[in-house]
């Protein structure tokens, strides 16, 4: 199976930036989308930004033009920059893969990392 580690969460001040990164190891072969999903207190986990095996990439309404998700598939890592953050992008981070395996898809989840933004 895979295994995935999150890390660059943390507190930043409205406006900052911070990037997010996410390394898959294990069974990493038929790797299709990588993403990033996110849950804030009393809200339901939502999809932040996706980015397919072709680089083609989905994000959420509220991050488009702040959030870049990029992959590096050499080292089996999808990142997230999110640049002039919000108090309302506060949330845990969960980094998402999924695979391909005979037919089958399977998603795996990492840790979760907390974001703060605030003052």
């Known amino acids: 199976q895979v295994q995935l580690v999150e890390s660059g969460g943390g507190l930043v001040q409205p406006g900052g930036s911070l990037r997010l990164s996410c390394a898959a190891s294990?069974?990493?072969?038929?790797?299709?989308?990588m993403g990033w999903y996110r849950q804030a207190p009393g809200k339901q986990r939502e999809l932040v930004a996706l980015?397919?095996?072709?680089?083609?990439?989905n994000y959420a309404d509220s991050v488009k033009g702040r959030f870049t998700i990029s992959r590096d598939n050499v080292k089996n890592t999808v990142y997230l920059q999110m640049n002039s953050l919000k108090p309302e992008d506060t949330a845990v981070y969960y980094c998402?893969?999924?695979?391909?395996?005979?037919?089958?898809?399977?998603?795996?989840w990492g840790q979760g990392t907390q974001v703060t933004v605030s003052s």
């Open positions: 998402f893969v999924n695979q391909l395996q005979w037919r089958t898809t399977y998603g795996y």
């Open positions: 980015i397919g095996s072709g680089s083609s990439t």
């Open positions: 294990g069974n990493i072969f038929s790797i299709n989308d």
